[in-house]
């Protein structure tokens, strides 16, 4: 028995303490009697109510206290119905008025709660997102880059370089330290660092601006595939130098940058190969193994 009324001994009990849920927009005053209109007067009338009461009340123009509190009053009023989702909460209070935790939290949520719109949230997010991502770009790539420099295979480069451009000459003056690195500084602008796994930083690689791309990409690669389709599988045109080495670099599994890097007399000999057919590739690895085994001899 007592444990049957332990429910509705804390709902009593929240009832008492709690005030109504309708009286939290506008105390224990009526939104609607505030403003002197009726409930389903529409957003001018209401508009029009409040201009005129506020004239009425302002306390620049009437100094009663009594009046500065009605006008406070009939603010609040205002700003509850004439917003369309507020004043449809507020109705919703007024004639529910049992359901005063759900109705509670909705004017907490009304009053409280985040109103940005989510397109800025997302937008926002979106570049906050990119700016990381092209900091820990720039990071990497300068942290790599500055390994690099560090090996002899750079400074041997470097020195190579030198000698092209100087035909040899060394300055043996005394200033030739300062010189040496204002040479270097030069020099390296030129040395293509090419790193293999790291990128140079480039807004065009970011999530944002991909996302912003994405509809562009979609249609290139509509188009691409449609001429393709179109070139070699109803016209069975031959293969194009770019589209072969294409075929033969996604046959191999290999990343562009580590096809440009291969010399061109080696590129040929691969495409030549046909890779993309596969008993051309199975030839080909049948190949690379025989030649693995006889070097480990």
């Not at 500055?146 to 020195?159: D, E, F």
Request: positive net charge.
């Amino acid at each position: 028995m007592a444990a049957a009324a332990a429910p509705l001994l804390l709902l009593l009990v929240a009832a008492l303490l709690l005030p109504a849920s309708d009286a939290i927009y506008c105390d224990e005053d009526d939104c609607y009697d505030l403003l002197g209109v009726k409930q389903d007067a529409n957003a001018s009338e209401i508009k029009k109510a409040y201009y005129k009461l506020s004239l009425k009340h302002h306390p620049d123009k009437n100094p009663d206290p009594e009046s500065r509190a009605l006008f406070v009053k009939v603010a609040n009023a205002y700003e509850i119905l004439k917003d369309e989702e507020t004043r449809e909460k507020y109705d919703y209070a007024v004639a529910h008025p049992e359901e005063f935790f759900y109705n509670t939290a909705q004017y907490y949520r009304a009053y409280y709660g985040y109103k940005t719109d989510t397109r800025s949230v997302l937008v926002g997010l979106l570049l906050i997102v990119s700016a990381f991502q092209y900091i820990n770009q720039l990071t990497s790539y300068s942290q790599a880059i500055a390994s690099v420099k560090q090996t002899p295979a750079y400074r041997n480069r470097l020195k190579a370089l030198e000698f092209e451009r100087t035909g040899g000459i060394s300055s043996k003056k005394k200033g030739n330290k300062q010189m040496d690195k204002k040479v270097e500084d030069e020099l390296t602008n030129e040395v293509d660092l090419q790193i293999q796994g790291v990128q140079k930083p480039s807004v065009w690689n970011l999530c944002g601006v991909q996302l912003i791309l994405l509809p562009y990409l979609i249609g290139k690669l509509l188009i691409w595939q449609i001429c393709w389709f179109w070139r070699y599988r109803v016209k069975k045109s031959p293969y194009a130098w770019e589209d072969a080495c294409y075929l033969t670099r996604t046959s191999l599994r290999m990343p562009a940058g580590t096809w440009q890097n291969i010399d061109e007399f080696t590129k040929k000999d691969l495409v030549m190969k046909r890779l993309w057919e596969k008993a051309n590739m199975e030839r080909h690895i049948a190949e690379a193994r025989r030649g693995s085994k006889q070097r480990r001899r």
